[in-house]
């Protein structure tokens, strides 16, 4: 049957490797021309540099910290309602 929501969301890339020392995720979504979307950094340990809320296709940037500790680290962000893991080493 039809769905009630028309948008389909495509989140890219799924998951990422960031950089021991700092990086910057580039995450894009593909969607309908009028579609709204939010983005949403969950870990502590990264910050969102782009608008929140968009509409139609684009792409939001993230900046994820150095990881300062001898244990690497994974998190979860939410962009278009999907999951995009970032993992990232540890130094020590």
């Known amino acids: 049957g039809e769905s ?3 948008c ?3 989140v890219s890339p799924g998951s ?3 950089a021991v020392n700092g990086d910057v995720l ?3 979504v593909s969607t309908g021309i009028s579609c709204s979307w939010t983005a949403a950094s969950l870990p502590d340990w990264v910050t969102l540099l782009s608008p929140p809320d968009r509409t139609g296709n ?3 940037q ?3 910290a150095a990881n300062p500790t ?3 680290r994974s998190g979860a962000l939410t ?3 999907q999951a995009v893991v970032v993992h990232q080493g540890a130094i020590g």
């Open 8 to 10: 389909q969301f495509t």
């Open 4 to 6: 009630s929501d028309p």
């Open 26 to 28: 580039r995450v894009a």
């Open 58 to 60: 684009g792409w939001v």
């Open 62 to 64: 993230f900046q994820v």
């Open 16 to 18: 990422y490797s960031a």
């Open 79 to 81: 962009v278009a309602g």
């Open 70 to 72: 001898a244990v690497p």
